[in-house]
């Protein structure tokens, strides 16, 4: 469901499938839901805005994952995923309109050692660049560069 500015609904799509994480990309305006083993990009229809959204309801459908998708986070042209399946993959999205590819970049299988329940993302204001935070059932909480290199763990 999308809704505008005002609270009232301007569009359903029905997915058929439970959704487990929806993020925005603002960079190229589309709306990443996460799914079980699949993640879904949807872009805005040429001519539509956040105030008056209208989904273009042919979407790019990805399937990298082998169980849950419980997190996105989306930076930049960047959209960050993390699973049940304890991976971490990160895409990059087409600068090109028409084209809306999730290119697979990096993944990262073992991030933890137990189903990855969520993941957010820091600017670290010194150096000017991004950073992924990830925690587990694993009971760890890990820091990562934004090309899923590992930067600490903190382990609980």
């Known amino acids: 469901m999308v809704v505008s500015k005002y609270g009232s609904q301007s569009q359903e799509i ?3 499938n439970p959704i487990y ?3 925005w990309n603002s960079k190229r305006e589309q709306i990443i839901i996460g799914m079980s083993k699949s993640v879904k990009a949807f872009s805005l229809v040429d001519g539509s805005s956040l105030s008056s959204p209208y989904l273009n309801e042919k979407c790019e459908t990805v399937s990298h994952h082998s169980d849950i998708v419980k997190s996105i986070v989306c930076i930049e042209s ?7 399946d304890r991976s971490i993959i990160m ?3 087409s600068s090109y309109p028409s084209d809306r590819t999730l290119h697979v970049l990096s993944v990262f299988r073992q991030a933890h ?4 329940t969520c993941l957010t993302m820091i600017r670290d204001n010194e ?3 991004w950073q992924i935070i990830s925690g587990s059932f694993d009971r760890s909480v890990k820091l990562w560069t934004q090309d899923i290199q590992l930067i600490h763990k903190i382990e609980g």
Do not use: D, K, M, W
């Not at 960047?78 to 049940?84: D, E, L, M, P």
């Not at 050692?113 to 990855?116: D, E, G, S």
């Open 21 to 23: 994480c929806v993020a």
């Open 127 to 129: 150096s000017n660049t």
């Open 113 to 116: 050692t137990a189903a990855i």
């Open 91 to 93: 895409y990059e999205t």
């Open 78 to 84: 960047r959209v960050y995923t993390a699973s049940f």
């Open 14 to 16: 029905r997915i058929g």
